[in-house]
């Protein structure tokens, strides 16, 4: 179980798992951080504050998101989120591990059962209709009847007695690809680099989606690194507070202490789950 080193004090109870103590290796959602010397903050090709392009400040002429990463260090994750109002769902190769809100307690089990289908695209003609649905499913006890699905069908879903007429979505941005995410115990943020909209120029910027109270709607944000933070073993996104007296938002990762944490109105809360890469 890699997920949890964000969550200091949780309690953490047993489902079966065969390896219940086992301590978790790096970061919540993601291996220990990879890459070498500590970043200089410096953005690659295309970096935000009007390239080649003619990009406006804050934006970036590259379609290449590393313009928005930290050059020598990621926190990048093989383990499946799926982040749900009231709990984290944290699947490795072994465990499924329930995280609940606002508590964090958590829960692992030993993956029970698992289904895959993959991508049948391949074949002459570039394959039949419907052969690019793909999914992975999980059965676990700490997810007593239902089960959790990734991929293409019906999205990442819980289903929470079996049944694919009660599908839990998993909150995730539909928009722009994804280079950041956090769980927190009352939070979920991710940042994507989105895409030009069509008829503008070609210009990229950081988009931030989070999900505060339950039953509300996610807050929309644009934003862009925070050049000054992110030196050292710091890497900081920034999000301004919106027109409506809505929050601003901070996420920030430090590799040394491999964590990450989420600000939000000025309250700082660790993340339980994240990643940083591409």
Known sequence: MTAGSGAAGARETD?????????????????????GAADSGAAGAGASGGGAGGCRA???????????LPSSFTFPTSDLVCDLEDRILIVDAKHVTVVSRPQLTRTRGPVARQEALGDRCDGPGGGHVGCSIRFKRFWSPVLGRGFLEFGTNAGN???PDGDQNQAQGCRESIRGQRIA???????????VYDEPASGSPRCWHLHATLWDSPGTQ?????????????????WVFQFAAGAAGDPPVVLGFDRRARTATLEVAGQREPCVAFRLSQ
């Open 15 to 35: 489902a079966g798992a065969a390896s219940a103590g086992a301590a978790a290796a790096g970061p919540s959602g993601g291996g220990a951080a990879e890459g």
């Open 58 to 68: 804050g934006s970036y002429d590259s379609g290449n998101p590393a313009s928005a």
């Open 157 to 159: 879903v819980l289903f």
């Open 181 to 191: 995410t956090c769980s927190t115990a009352t939070h979920f943020v991710t940042v």
């Open 218 to 234: 996610p807050l929309e944000r644009d934003g862009d690194v925070d050049r000054a933070a992110s030196v050292g073993d710091r």
